[in-house]
């Protein structure tokens, strides 16, 4: 079904986002889990803490014992014995007695606290320091006190991350004391990436009259490994049906995704791109009501989701983050598909044409809140004031012109303002 009207950006993420599914998992080492999404719950096989611990250097003793210790008034209590991290104690507190213990050491039978060793007489530095025979201890404890109990953070089989949940560094901590060596996380999107045009030469080639440089496929393939995907470059392919087929068949037989690619999507007499999807594909749209970028097509190719992008810089990168980064984020099973947006005072008038516009702003919080400008030429070929902008501000729909102080929504392309 072709879409004959020209869609909005929603109606048109909507139908693309409808031919996506999140892929199938795979096993892959902890590390590598890092960006990804879990494809199944994990079941904790061990609690955490594992065993009893105290959470100080100190002295492992019964409550009961120092109910009345203060500085000025410490109880002296046995030293029994020494236990350090890693070692598993044999000896028993009883009244009366106390064990050196280190931080992360397990807490020996019969000791019920721990008294840190900076309320103690015998405050030490290294673990060549003697074991004193007696303590004396300058404060008083409840049960409890300076203890871990195991289980305290996660009981052995609980649920402590369901599927769907993204692996960030502090989860590979938990994963890795749990024990999960390998993690079950839904596939990366492979996608591939081609560039239409007769007039492209490789980033390596110097210009010769006529001739631009492939700016766009490396654009894209960048965008691609942004969103943790993996781009398969399929180069350059001249403005002819057989070329563009012969690089997408190849593609496909390399087994992709998603199929992205840019230019040779409007009415110009050598825009083969729609011509091949009509002809072997299917086209489920072509032309969405927004700028930069109308000439955008969406379909299929041999089975696999087809994305064309217009051929002008700017208007295929926004078009890829409008359209193909979402879709690349739910092929990788992502739940979170907007980029974080906020509300934006506009410090200048702009204008638009009445489709739904991206600006390339820079956006910048101020003591009442963001304000946005804009960070240069808004030509679709002008790659720079996409180079110096962190957000995109959104024109809705019908509106031509937005005065100076109006309110905006900016979408955040980059929220971390430079520092990664
Ligand atoms: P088209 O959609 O083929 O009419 O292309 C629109 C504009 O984008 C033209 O100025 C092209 O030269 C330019 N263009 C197309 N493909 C690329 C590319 N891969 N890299 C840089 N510019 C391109
Ligand atoms: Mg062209």
Avoid: C
């Amino acid at each position: 079904m072709t879409r004959q009207e020209d869609l909005s950006v929603h109606e048109a993420l909507e139908l693309i986002l409808a031919r996506v599914e999140i892929l199938k998992a795979e096993d892959v080492p902890l590390l590598g889990a890092l960006g990804r999404i879990l494809a199944e719950p994990v079941v904790a096989g061990d609690s955490l803490p594992p065993f009893a611990n105290s959470s100080m250097d100190g002295y492992a003793l019964r409550a009961a014992d120092v109910v009345a210790a203060e500085r000025d008034a410490p109880v002296g209590l046995r030293v029994v014995g020494d236990i350090a991290a890693g070692s598993s104690p044999t000896l028993t507190v009883v009244p009366g007695t106390a064990a050196r213990i280190m931080t992360g050491a397990p807490i020996p039978l019969g000791a019920d606290a721990v008294v840190p060793v900076e309320d103690t007489d015998e405050p030490w530095r290294g673990a060549d320091r003697p074991l004193p025979d007696r303590i004396a201890i300058q404060r008083a404890v409840k049960p409890g006190d300076f203890v871990r109990y195991p289980g305290e953070d996660v009981r052995a089989g609980e649920v402590v991350l369901e599927a769907g949940h993204l692996i960030r560094p502090q989860e590979i901590g938990l994963l890795a004391s749990l024990g999960v060596a390998r993690v079950p996380v839904v596939r990366q999107p492979r996608v591939g990436i081609l560039a239409t045009g007769d007039e492209l030469v490789e980033v390596e080639a110097s210009l010769t009259p006529g001739k631009i440089r492939n700016s766009n496929g490396y654009a894209q393939a960048a965008q691609v490994r942004a969103l943790g995907g993996t781009d398969v470059m399929l180069g350059v392919a001249a403005d002819s049906e057989s070329d563009v087929r012969q690089k997408l068949d190849a593609a496909v037989d390399s087994g992709v995704d998603l199929l992205v690619s840019s230019a040779g999507v409007s009415v110009g007499a050598y825009d083969v791109v729609k011509a091949v999807l009509d002809r072997a594909g299917d086209v489920t749209f072509w032309r969405v009501r927004m700028r930069p970028g109308k000439p955008l097509i969406f379909g299929a190719y041999r089975g696999v989701p087809y994305l064309g992008m217009p051929g002008n810089p700017v208007s295929a990168m926004v078009s890829f983050e409008i359209f193909a980064r979402p879709a690349i984020l739910k092929l990788g099973g992502h739940s979170r598909l907007e980029r974080p947006s906020v509300k934006a005072v506009l410090m200048e008038q702009i204008h638009s044409d009445g489709r739904e516009s991206y600006i390339r702003a820079i956006v910048e919080k101020d003591e009442d809140g963001y304000i946005a400008r804009t960070t240069g030429g808004q030509g679709s070929h002008m790659m720079t004031s996409l180079v110096r902008a962190n957000a995109l501000l959104v024109v809705p729909e019908g509106i031509t012109e937005m005065a100076a102080g109006t309110t905006l929504t900016a979408l955040m392309i980059d929220w971390s303002g430079g520092y990664f």
